[in-house]
């Protein structure tokens, strides 16, 4: 997989759609490429978040621990993006994702992020949309459990 | 080979009262001329012998070609003479005369080679005598001198300062006497001529001899001035060195420099000043040189012209004149030259005489003093002060058992680390005693303090060579066993001139590690022994890694090598067996490893030396050749372009000096313009149409390329191919001249140039494997384990260089080492003076139980930074100002308003 192809993944992620190539670029060549074997553990829930990831190929349960055991509560497969919530607040991690197949990821390490948010505030800008997006979702999701 | 003292007399024994012209505690002579007529008497009525026989050979050097001329050559018409009984032609004679005088010049220079050569070997001799006196003297220091001399002033004195003493001494009977005496053959020779010239020509010699000297004298003065200044500009830049950081953080510089520049004012104007004042002494000298064939000219002159001289006279004196002024003027030289080296050893000598000098013999004697310490340690009546004025220890009083472990505790200036410098004899108490193995404490030998008691202060010194040696310092006594060349030749000429300049003549590269003393038998075992210690000392997880990460021989280990490869392939089954062969990519001769850069694919080895550095591998003139062979000198130009072209593309928008260019870009930002500037140069040229020099730029960048990592797409299969055959080729066309340059790798050989770890693995790790070098480093834990080797890595730790002055280990480091080298000779009695302040709490504690585990039963004396460890010992002393507060048990004292709790309060 060359680098050409990681900027395609990239371009696939909504928070990165609207970013210019060349820092795409940047962004692919300064991460690293890791892969997981079926069942590893990407991170576990209360870990330091120090890296997001994307997912390249392959498959991945988030996990949240209960009383009664872990509880799978979503599912990601390619071009996902994982633990950028971790890396952009100090929290710890707030689930665990574990590969369910052989998985292929591309890691931005939290250092790596933020030192490209402030060298291109075109990706901050972005970033914002995105969140400002989220917020409004949940919010609108708010709204349609009060209502109900 | 077994461990017995080598017997006295043979190579290896100790100088002390047996070695001939050796005597310990010498007093260093004063005045220089003292001490050549002391150690070279002998020596000197030899140069001086020699000299004398110059005399008549000189003579008759300059008699011949006089004869030759006035009776050989001049005499007229056919003549016999009568030379020896024999009739001779006058031919005949010529020839014997002219054969005579080759004979005598031959020999001239034959007897002033020899009196060269003897000379230069007896100052040589009597410099490295001086040297060795001094170096001695520093080792015999009262330790609280070395708090008023700096390094910087005592080493350029053994170093430079004394170096031309070497050449004065050597020729300092030899050249007054021989340029004397070739004075006064050539005074004999004109006087012999006529007594008028020669008077004459020597008129104006009382002058000089009287002016010269009062004129020297001012120099001799500011000789010793200069002298002054350089030391302390030796001093300053020790000073600076050893304090960089306060100098850079405290933005000091300018003040420094200013300080120097000072300095070296004070130095420049006493130079100018003396070189002023030698100038116009020798300006002096060539004037009155000068002025008596002015006058000679003048009155001679006038005599001949008014017709009471010949001509023919008045040449002959102006050419004896001419030939005595050579030896006239080395004379003076000479005189001048032995003033400056008066200076010179008076100013050295005065340093090396502080009072207070440690007694020699008790450092070179072969008597080691009592069997062991005995049961107790007393202490009466002890008083210590270092200026003579302040006690800083005063009347202590106390008696410990030396089965048991005691605390010295008390504030900084209690006066505790003085008490424990006394004890530890490292200085010396100026009222009381203290008392061990029923002797006086200051009377013991060293082989008695140094062999059955240990220290450990709190800034420990180690030396620059590796673990091993800082660790079995404390056993290295006396040489034990001989070096497997000794007895040679090489080595009696070694004792001979060793014992001719009253060095030691020892052999340091003698076995000195004294086995016995530690409690084992071999070398082996004391590097096990040094593993527990380390490990006891909490440095066994460093010491394990120092093995991994470091180099062994094979040819020296051939077994760890051999381990080395038995866990290569127990890594290797590993990996397979729990399908994790993923995580090492291994070196595969017939396959592209996309883990390494193509340098190292190309090379397909490890450097060994110098030659092919990695880094710079694209710019060998073999490397290049062999790229070229390969036909893939177009291909990486072209592969150079386009990732100097991606990386423009990526990197150009970041600020000049950004950390991305360090981590990640094949190129600086500094050379980021270039790069640009190169390609938009060169864009629609051909590589063929390129520049030389950037082909060359170009060609070098896919060299760095790590398929794996990197991820540019850049080095295709087919590229991969073609490296693969240069791999080839580079092998088989290596020429034999490089052959030693680099370890090709081999799955069945173990690799020299790599490290341990390294030759485990036998691949590159991963880049595209998470978390692949923390679960290779655990499985290789794992499998070293299994094998039971971790010892032997352990083992193989010990050859960790430890920098200069220890510098490459942390502070915590350099104290653990120390404690275990003061374990490792199982000392009857363990001196700590704080010894382990910079290891974090936790490991503060687990070092102190465990030495105190392994010193149970014998004596320790630990001078506490943190009175709360005295719970762990057996009895305690608490000081208050240079006294002895109370002492007793930890629970005795531990009491409401004691003076130990007034501490632990504190604390």
């Given at each position: 997989?060359?680098?050409n192809?990681?900027?395609?993944?990239?371009?696939?992620?909504?928070?990165?759609a609207?970013?210019?190539?060349?820092?795409?670029k940047?962004?692919?060549?300064?991460?690293?490429?890791h892969?997981y074997?079926e069942g590893?553990?990407?991170?576990?829930q209360?870990?330091?978040?120090d890296?997001?990831?994307?997912i390249?190929?392959?498959e991945?349960d988030?996990?949240?621990?209960?009383?009664?055991g872990p509880l799978?509560?979503a599912?990601?497969?390619?071009?996902?993006?994982?633990?950028?919530?971790?890396?952009?607040t100090?929290?710890?991690r707030?689930?665990?994702?574990?590969?369910?197949?052989?998985l292929?990821?591309m890691?931005?390490?939290k250092e790596?992020?933020?030192?490209?948010v402030?060298e291109?505030?075109q990706?901050a800008v972005?970033?914002?949309r995105?969140?400002a997006?989220?917020?409004e979702?949940?919010?609108v999701?708010?709204?349609?459990?009060?209502a109900a | 080979?077994?461990?017995?003292?080598?017997?006295g007399?043979?190579?290896?024994?100790?100088?002390?009262h047996?070695t001939?012209?050796?005597?310990p505690?010498?007093p260093?002579?004063?005045?220089?001329?003292?001490?050549i007529?002391?150690?070279s008497k002998r020596?000197?009525l030899?140069v001086?012998?020699l000299t004398?026989?110059s005399?008549?050979?000189?003579?008759?050097?300059?008699?011949?070609p006089?004869?030759i001329?006035?009776q050989?050559i001049?005499?007229?018409?056919?003549?016999?003479?009568?030379?020896l009984?024999?009739?001779?032609?006058?031919?005949?004679?010529?020839?014997?005369l002219?054969?005579?005088f080759?004979?005598?010049v031959?020999?001239?220079?034959?007897v002033?080679?020899v009196?060269n050569?003897?000379a230069?070997?007896?100052?040589e001799?009597m410099?490295?005598?001086?040297?060795?006196m001094?170096?001695s003297?520093?080792?015999?220091?009262p330790?609280?001198?070395?708090?008023?001399?700096?390094?910087?002033?005592?080493i350029p004195?053994?170093?430079?300062?004394v170096?031309?003493?070497?050449?004065?001494v050597g020729?300092?009977?030899?050249?007054?006497?021989?340029?004397g005496g070739l004075?006064?053959?050539y005074?004999?020779f004109i006087?012999?001529?006529?007594?008028?010239?020669?008077?004459?020509a020597?008129?104006?010699?009382?002058?000089?001899i009287?002016?010269?000297?009062?004129?020297q004298?001012?120099?001799?003065?500011l000789g010793?001035?200069?002298?002054?200044?350089?030391?302390?500009?030796?001093?300053?830049?020790g000073e600076?060195?050893?304090g960089?950081?306060?100098?850079?953080?405290?933005?000091?510089?300018?003040?420094?420099?200013?300080?120097?520049?000072?300095?070296?004012?004070?130095?420049?104007?006493i130079?100018?000043?003396?070189?002023?004042?030698?100038?116009?002494?020798?300006?002096?000298n060539?004037?009155?040189?000068?002025l008596?064939p002015?006058?000679?000219?003048?009155?001679?002159?006038?005599l001949v012209?008014?017709?009471?001289?010949?001509?023919?006279a008045?040449t002959?004196?102006l050419a004896?004149?001419?030939d005595?002024?050579?030896?006239?003027?080395?004379?003076l030289?000479?005189y001048?030259?032995?003033?400056d080296?008066?200076?010179?050893y008076e100013?050295?000598?005065?340093q090396?005489?502080?009072?207070?000098?440690?007694?020699?013999?008790l450092q070179?004697?072969?008597?080691?003093g009592p069997?062991?310490?005995?049961p107790?340690?007393?202490?009466a009546?002890?008083?210590?002060?270092?200026?003579?004025?302040?006690?800083?220890?005063?009347?202590?009083?106390f008696?410990?058992?030396?089965d048991?472990?005691?605390?010295i505790v008390?504030?900084?200036s209690?006066?505790?680390?003085?008490?424990?410098?006394v004890l530890?004899?490292l200085?010396?108490?100026t009222?009381?005693r203290?008392?061990?193995?029923?002797?006086?404490?200051d009377d013991?030998?060293?082989?008695?303090?140094?062999?059955?008691?240990?220290?450990?202060?709190?800034?420990?010194y180690l030396?620059?060579?590796?673990?091993?040696?800082?660790?079995?310092?404390?056993?290295?006594?006396?040489p034990?066993?001989?070096?497997a060349?000794a007895g040679?030749?090489r080595?009696?000429?070694y004792i001979r001139?060793?014992?001719?300049?009253?060095?030691?003549?020892?052999?340091?590269?003698?076995d000195?590690v004294?086995?016995d003393a530690?409690?084992?038998?071999?070398?082996?075992?004391l590097?096990?022994?040094c593993?527990?210690?380390?490990?006891?000392?909490d440095l066994?997880d460093?010491?394990?890694?120092?093995?991994?990460?470091?180099?062994?021989?094979p040819?020296?280990?051939p077994?760890l090598?051999?381990a080395?490869?038995?866990a290569r392939?127990?890594?290797?089954?590993?990996?397979?067996?729990?399908?994790q062969?993923?995580l090492?990519e291994?070196f595969d001769r017939a396959r592209?490893?996309?883990?390494a850069t193509l340098a190292?694919?190309l090379l397909?080895?490890?450097?060994?030396?110098?030659?092919?550095?990695?880094?710079?591998?694209?710019?060998?003139p073999?490397?290049?050749?062999?790229?070229?062979?390969?036909?893939l000198a177009?291909?990486?130009?072209?592969?150079g372009?386009?990732?100097?072209?991606?990386?423009?593309?990526i990197f150009?928008d970041l600020?000049?000096?950004h950390?991305f260019f360090?981590q990640?870009?094949?190129?600086?930002?500094?050379?980021?313009?270039e790069?640009?500037?190169?390609?938009?140069?060169t864009?629609g040229?051909?590589t063929g149409?390129?520049r030389?020099?950037?082909r060359?730029?170009?060609?070098s960048?896919?060299f760095?390329?790590?398929?794996?990592r990197?991820?540019l797409?850049?080095?295709?299969e087919d590229i991969?191919a073609?490296?693969?055959?240069?791999?080839d080729?580079?092998?088989?066309?290596?020429?034999?001249?490089?052959?030693?340059?680099?370890?090709?790798?081999?799955?069945?050989?173990y690799?020299r140039?790599?490290?341990?770890?390294?030759n485990?693995?036998?691949g590159?790790v991963?880049y595209g494997?998470?978390?692949?070098a923390?679960?290779?480093s655990?499985m290789i834990?794992?499998?070293?384990d299994?094998l039971?080797l971790?010892?032997?890595v352990?083992?193989?730790?010990?050859?960790?260089s430890v920098?200069?002055g220890?510098a490459?280990?942390?502070?915590a480091?350099?104290?653990k080492?120390?404690?275990?080298?003061?374990?490792i000779?199982?000392p009857?009695l363990?001196?700590v003076?704080?010894?382990?302040?910079n290891?974090?709490?936790?490991?503060?504690r687990r070092?102190?139980?465990a030495?105190?585990?392994e010193?149970?039963?014998?004596g320790?004396?630990?001078s506490?930074?943190?009175p709360?460890f005295?719970r762990?010992?057996?009895?305690?002393?608490?000081?208050?100002?240079?006294?002895?507060?109370?002492q007793g048990?930890?629970?005795?004292l531990d009491r409401?308003g004691?003076?130990?709790?007034?501490?632990l309060?504190?604390?």
């Amino acid at each position: 997989m060359s680098l050409n192809e990681e900027v395609e993944i990239l371009r696939n992620i909504p928070m990165f759609a609207n970013i210019e190539p060349s820092k795409l670029k940047l962004l692919a060549f300064t991460s690293e490429r890791h892969a997981y074997n079926e069942g590893e553990y990407l991170f576990r829930q209360g870990d330091e978040g120090d890296s997001a990831y994307i997912i390249v190929d392959g498959e991945a349960d988030v996990m949240i621990d209960t009383d009664d055991g872990p509880l799978t509560v979503a599912h990601f497969t390619k071009n996902a993006l994982i633990g950028e919530i971790a890396i952009l607040t100090d929290v710890p991690r707030t689930a665990t994702v574990k590969a369910t197949t052989r998985l292929d990821a591309m890691v931005i390490s939290k250092e790596l992020f933020f030192r490209l948010v402030m060298e291109f505030p075109q990706i901050a800008v972005e970033i914002m949309r995105e969140l400002a997006k989220r917020l409004e979702a949940t919010n609108v999701r708010i709204r349609e459990l009060s209502a109900a | 080979m077994a461990a017995s003292a080598t017997e006295g007399g043979g190579p290896g024994r100790l100088p002390g009262h047996e070695t001939p012209g050796y005597r310990p505690n010498v007093p260093l002579e004063r005045s220089i001329f003292r001490f050549i007529m002391k150690y070279s008497k002998r020596q000197q009525l030899v140069v001086l012998a020699l000299t004398v026989i110059s005399w008549p050979i000189i003579y008759l050097t300059l008699e011949l070609p006089k004869t030759i001329i006035d009776q050989a050559i001049g005499a007229r018409g056919g003549w016999a003479r009568d030379v020896l009984g024999a009739e001779m032609e006058q031919i005949t004679f010529l020839m014997a005369l002219s054969f005579g005088f080759l004979f005598f010049v031959i020999l001239s220079g034959g007897v002033k080679y020899v009196l060269n050569v003897y000379a230069g070997r007896l100052g040589e001799q009597m410099l490295r005598r001086l040297r060795y006196m001094l170096y001695s003297r520093i080792l015999r220091f009262p330790l609280p001198h070395f708090k008023k001399v700096s390094q910087g002033e005592i080493i350029p004195m053994i170093t430079a300062e004394v170096e031309p003493v070497g050449g004065y001494v050597g020729t300092a009977t030899s050249t007054p006497l021989y340029f004397g005496g070739l004075l006064l053959v050539y005074l004999g020779f004109i006087f012999a001529q006529d007594v008028f010239l020669g008077l004459a020509a020597t008129a104006l010699y009382p002058l000089q001899i009287y002016i010269v000297p009062k004129l020297q004298k001012r120099v001799i003065a500011l000789g010793k001035a200069r002298v002054r200044e350089v030391r302390g500009l030796a001093d300053n830049i020790g000073e600076s060195i050893s304090g960089i950081a306060e100098i850079r953080a405290n933005d000091a510089s300018v003040y420094e420099r200013a300080g120097i520049a000072r300095r070296l004012d004070r130095i420049y104007t006493i130079r100018y000043e003396i070189f002023r004042r030698k100038f116009a002494i020798k300006f002096l000298n060539s004037f009155m040189a000068q002025l008596t064939p002015f006058f000679f000219y003048a009155i001679g002159g006038y005599l001949v012209i008014a017709g009471d001289m010949t001509i023919g006279a008045l040449t002959a004196v102006l050419a004896a004149y001419k030939d005595l002024s050579s030896p006239w003027k080395e004379l003076l030289n000479y005189y001048q030259l032995q003033a400056d080296i008066k200076v010179k050893y008076e100013s050295v000598v005065e340093q090396f005489d502080p009072p207070g000098l440690f007694d020699e013999t008790l450092q070179l004697t072969d008597d080691a003093g009592p069997e062991s310490t005995g049961p107790k340690l007393d202490v009466a009546g002890l008083a210590y002060s270092e200026d003579g004025q302040n006690r800083t220890v005063d009347g202590v009083t106390f008696s410990v058992d030396l089965d048991k472990h005691t605390a010295i505790v008390g504030s900084g200036s209690s006066g505790r680390d003085e008490l424990a410098l006394v004890l530890a004899r490292l200085a010396t108490g100026t009222g009381g005693r203290v008392d061990l193995a029923g002797r006086r404490l200051d009377d013991l030998p060293e082989p008695f303090t140094g062999r059955k008691m240990s220290y450990a202060g709190p800034v420990p010194y180690l030396f620059s060579t590796d673990l091993r040696e800082n660790l079995d310092y404390g056993l290295r006594h006396r040489p034990l066993r001989p070096a497997a060349e000794a007895g040679d030749a090489r080595r009696n000429r070694y004792i001979r001139d060793a014992r001719a300049a009253a060095n030691i003549d020892a052999d340091p590269t003698a076995d000195w590690v004294d086995y016995d003393a530690a409690g084992v038998p071999d070398r082996d075992a004391l590097d096990r022994k040094c593993v527990d210690m380390l490990r006891l000392v909490d440095l066994g997880d460093d010491l394990y890694r120092f093995g991994l990460h470091g180099t062994i021989d094979p040819a020296d280990q051939p077994d760890l090598a051999e381990a080395m490869l038995a866990a290569r392939a127990a890594l290797r089954a590993r990996l397979d067996e729990t399908q994790q062969s993923a995580l090492v990519e291994p070196f595969d001769r017939a396959r592209y490893n996309t883990n390494a850069t193509l340098a190292e694919n190309l090379l397909f080895g490890t450097p060994a030396g110098a030659a092919f550095d990695i880094d710079r591998l694209a710019e060998h003139p073999f490397v290049r050749q062999t790229i070229h062979e390969a036909g893939l000198a177009e291909t990486l130009l072209e592969v150079g372009r386009q990732l100097a072209e991606t990386m423009v593309e990526i990197f150009a928008d970041l600020p000049p000096g950004h950390a991305f260019f360090d981590q990640f870009s094949f190129f600086g930002s500094e050379e980021m313009p270039e790069y640009q500037h190169l390609l938009a140069r060169t864009s629609g040229q051909s590589t063929g149409e390129m520049r030389e020099d950037d082909r060359l730029r170009l060609r070098s960048l896919p060299f760095k390329l790590i398929p794996a990592r990197h991820r540019l797409g850049l080095l295709t299969e087919d590229i991969q191919a073609r490296v693969l055959k240069a791999r080839d080729i580079f092998a088989g066309t290596l020429p034999d001249g490089l052959r030693g340059e680099v370890e090709f790798f081999d799955p069945e050989r173990y690799n020299r140039a790599a490290t341990l770890q390294d030759n485990i693995l036998f691949g590159k790790v991963s880049y595209g494997e998470a978390n692949a070098a923390g679960k290779l480093s655990t499985m290789i834990g794992e499998v070293l384990d299994s094998l039971s080797l971790r010892e032997a890595v352990m083992v193989a730790g010990l050859a960790h260089s430890v920098g200069v002055g220890g510098a490459r280990l942390s502070a915590a480091q350099r104290q653990k080492v120390n404690m275990a080298r003061g374990l490792i000779k199982r000392p009857d009695l363990f001196i700590v003076n704080e010894g382990i302040g910079n290891l974090d709490g936790a490991a503060q504690r687990r070092v102190l139980d465990a030495v105190l585990g392994e010193m149970k039963g014998r004596g320790v004396i630990w001078s506490l930074h943190r009175p709360g460890f005295a719970r762990n010992f057996d009895h305690v002393i608490v000081l208050k100002n240079g006294r002895v507060a109370e002492q007793g048990s930890f629970a005795e004292l531990d009491r409401e308003g004691s003076a130990l709790r007034e501490l632990l309060e504190t604390e």
